[in-house]
Structures are given as C-alpha cells and as structure tokens.
C-alpha cells in the first residue's frame, strides 16, 4: 500500500468517525454496548428510540440553579 492511500484512508476513517460522534451513533453504540453487558435483560431500542429519548432528557426539567 503507498503512503497516499494510507493518509486517504486513515483521513476517510477520521472523516467517518467524527461523523459517527456528530449525528450521535457513536453515542447508540456506546449505549447499546453498556445496555449489553450491564442490562441483559432490558431491550434494547432502536437509533430513533435511543434519540428522543435522548432529547426529552436533555431538554426536559429545570436547568437552572434557582
């Protein structure tokens, strides 16, 4: 393999993970991954459960100290 296809690879692979951390699979991943090994026994959600799920928590309840 030549050193140009390496960097357009390892820049494709930074490209892709970046991405995955952006539009949030990173975050499903990391959670069905915790789901998995911590929580056999609860189902696990699919990519749009996981996200309004997500958002509802993020932006629901008080968000200031007083």
Known sequence: ??????????????????LAWWNGDAAYAAFVEHLRAHHPE???????????????????GVRRCC
């Open 42 to 60: 609860r189902p696990v959600p699919s990519k749009a459960e996981y996200h309004r799920a997500e958002t509802e928590r993020r932006w629901n």
């Open 1 to 18: 393999m030549s050193r140009a296809s390496s960097r357009t690879e390892r820049a494709v692979a930074w490209l892709r993970a970046g």
